[in-house]
């Protein structure tokens, strides 16, 4: 793939999470894709991370990327960037980030996710709260 390639992936991920289209996500992962979260040190499936997003686009509204810095390298890509919602009761939530994404055949085949411990304990209370 070329850069442009992997980039348009990138954003093209990112934008279906904050339109709730979940089945673009699903589509932009290889079928056996891994995600890892460094909270817990787990890789979960693709299954798996389409269910916790499902679960997140119902609790959270007005999903937005800010600050993205978007980094292409060969066979993947690199994003940092704080996310920002708002849940259904007007209490907005954010979450600081960052991906690492291998990419094959135009499909994320691994996604890691970094997060600060502390942030994403207190981004849960607030979301599921």
């Known amino acids: 793939m070329t850069g442009d390639e992997i980039r348009a992936l990138a954003e093209g991920f990112f934008n279906a999470i904050e339109a709730g289209d979940i089945e673009a996500v699903r589509a932009s992962y290889a079928p056996d894709a891994k995600i890892w ?4 040190e787990l890789a979960t499936s693709v299954a798996e991370n389409i269910e916790t997003l499902t679960g997140f686009t119902q609790r959270i509204r007005e999903r937005r990327y800010r600050d993205r810095r978007l980094a292409v390298f ?3 890509f ?3 960037h704080v996310l920002h919602g708002v849940r259904a009761d007007g209490v907005a939530v ?3 980030a960052c991906l690492v994404c291998l990419v094959e055949d135009g499909r994320i085949t691994r996604l ?3 997060f600060d411990s502390a942030r994403v304990a207190i981004f849960r209370a607030v979301a599921h709260a």
């Open 37 to 40: 979260h460094n909270t817990d």
């Open 74 to 76: 060969e066979g993947g």
């Open 78 to 80: 690199v994003q940092q």
């Open 94 to 96: 954010s979450l600081p």
């Open 112 to 114: 890691d996710e970094y």
